[in-house]
């Protein structure tokens, strides 16, 4: 699966649960919505990754890819520390400049 580098370091700094490193994948105006919460900017990333590291352990798997007019969907196998023990959730991306712009994650 040919990924954009970007979503590739996104996906290896979920995997080393390294919160600033994923923060980093985002610009500095980028937005979140994860859970029904919105997180705006790169340091609110950084938090709420943090926080779902702590909370879940999850690692991500990429198990398809497709870029759209406007967004691009990654859908990842996410296994760890929640009931069921793995899912597939579906990321809503917005890249500009080799940064992040948004990310809406879906189930």
């Given at each position: 699966m040919n990924l954009p580098e970007v979503i590739q370091d996104l996906v290896k700094t979920q995997n080393n649960f390294d919160s600033a490193a994923y923060a980093n994948c985002f610009s500095e105006t980028a937005v979140v919505f994860d859970e029904?919460?919105?997180?705006?900017?790169?340091?609110?990333?950084?938090?709420?990754?943090?926080?779902?590291?702590?909370?879940?352990?999850?690692?991500?798997?990429?198990?398809?890819?497709?870029?759209?007019?406007?967004?691009?969907?990654?859908?990842?196998?996410v296994s760890g520390n929640f009931d069921g023990g793995s899912i597939v959730l579906s990321y809503h991306l917005e890249i500009a400049d080799q940064m992040i712009q948004s990310l809406k994650i879906t189930g």
């Open positions: 029904g919460k919105t997180h705006k900017g790169r340091k609110e990333i950084e938090h709420w990754i943090a926080d779902a590291n702590e909370r879940y352990k999850a690692v991500m798997k990429p198990l398809s890819f497709e870029e759209k007019e406007k967004e691009m969907i990654l859908k990842a196998e």
